[in-house]
């Protein structure tokens, strides 16, 4: 594998806890109005919406779940219900000693999230000292991404904003299976970190080069980065990734 100069990150459900507000707020937008015809919010629906851009996340719902709501009242009930969640969301298990090691070895780090400008300082706002680690943020609403995850756009605007290293030199962090096939679709190299209830409907390792449960797993040096050390120098064994390639 070429050597990882440079990494990008997705943000819902990798970086942060949000992933499961959108549950919540969907599930309870279905009770209110997808009620008795027999819909359900199920993890192979919200699959298919994890890292999609809004709009077509929304279409999904509104068309599996059969609301009887247009994609703009949808929009609005959702953004109602997210207001009083996520600025309460906190970092996931791993984040924040991950992003502190590669800021202080150097490595150029940026966020590519579908979500939209305005969604990413929701959910940012208690935790805006974690963000400014990174060298560049992009989010789904920006011009120079006219496609949404699977497809690479997002990913390669995110590697220009930080030197535009050679594809292969770039490593993604994903949990959704649509922003692994993105990162692919990129030229990149993708770790994977699902969901347990993603990863029990996914056969393999969708193509990534490895597989953790939490980014408290990441080992650099199969990336040939610099070790993890504790505080008093000693080696921290990260644990095993599930797959890794040569």
Same mark, same amino acid.
């Given at each position: 594998?070429?050597?990882?100069?440079?990494c990008i990150?997705?943000m819902d459900?990798l #970086?942060l806890?949000?992933?499961?507000?959108?549950?919540e707020v969907?599930?309870e937008i $279905?009770?209110?109005?997808g009620?008795?015809?027999g819909? %359900?919010?199920?993890w192979d629906i919200k699959?298919?919406?994890?890292?999609r851009?809004?709009?077509?996340?929304?279409?999904?719902i /509104?068309t599996? #779940?059969?609301?009887p709501?247009t @994609? %703009?009242?949808? /929009? =609005?009930e959702?953004k109602r219900?997210? !207001?009083?969640k996520?600025p309460l969301?906190?970092p #996931?298990?791993?984040?924040?000693?991950l992003l502190r090691?590669?800021?202080d070895h150097? /490595?150029?780090m940026?966020?590519?999230?579908?979500?939209h +400008?305005?969604?990413?300082?929701l959910?940012t706002?208690?935790n805006?000292?974690l963000?400014?680690?990174?060298?560049?943020?992009?989010?789904?609403d920006?011009?120079r $991404?006219?496609?949404g995850k699977?497809a690479p756009?997002i990913? /390669?605007?995110?590697? +220009?904003?930080i030197?535009?290293? =050679? @594809? !292969?030199?770039c490593l993604?962090f994903e949990?959704?299976v649509?922003g692994?096939e993105?990162g #692919?679709? =990129?030229?990149?190299? $993708?770790?994977?970190v699902?969901?347990?209830?993603?990863?029990?409907?996914?056969?393999g390792?969708?193509?990534?080069? =490895?597989v953790?449960s939490?980014l408290e797993?990441?080992?650099p040096? $199969?990336f040939e980065? @610099?070790?993890?050390k504790?505080?008093n120098?000693?080696?921290?064994d990260e644990g095993?990734?599930e797959?890794?390639?040569?």
């Open positions: 594998m070429p050597k990882i100069t440079h990150f997705d459900g #970086l806890d949000t992933e499961r507000v959108y549950t969907t599930q $279905v009770r209110t109005h009620s008795g015809n819909k %359900e919010f199920t699959m298919r919406c994890m890292g851009t809004m709009q077509d996340s929304t279409n999904i /509104i599996e #779940l059969q609301l709501l @994609p %703009e009242q949808y /929009i =609005a959702k219900l997210e !207001e009083e996520f969301v906190k #996931l298990p791993g984040v924040e000693k090691y590669l800021k150097g /490595i150029p940026v966020v590519a999230t579908s979500s +400008k305005e969604n990413f300082l959910k706002s208690r805006q000292e963000f400014q680690l990174f060298d560049h943020i992009i989010c789904g920006d011009p $991404v006219k496609h699977p756009d990913f /390669i605007e995110a590697a +220009k904003l030197g535009n290293p =050679a @594809p !292969e030199n993604v949990d959704s649509n692994v993105a #692919l679709a =990129a030229g990149m190299h $993708v770790c994977w699902p969901d347990p209830n993603v990863r029990s409907r996914v056969d390792d969708s193509g990534a080069v =490895a953790y939490s797993e990441f080992d040096e $199969v980065l @610099p070790v993890f504790l505080e120098g000693e080696i921290h095993d990734v797959k890794v390639l040569s």
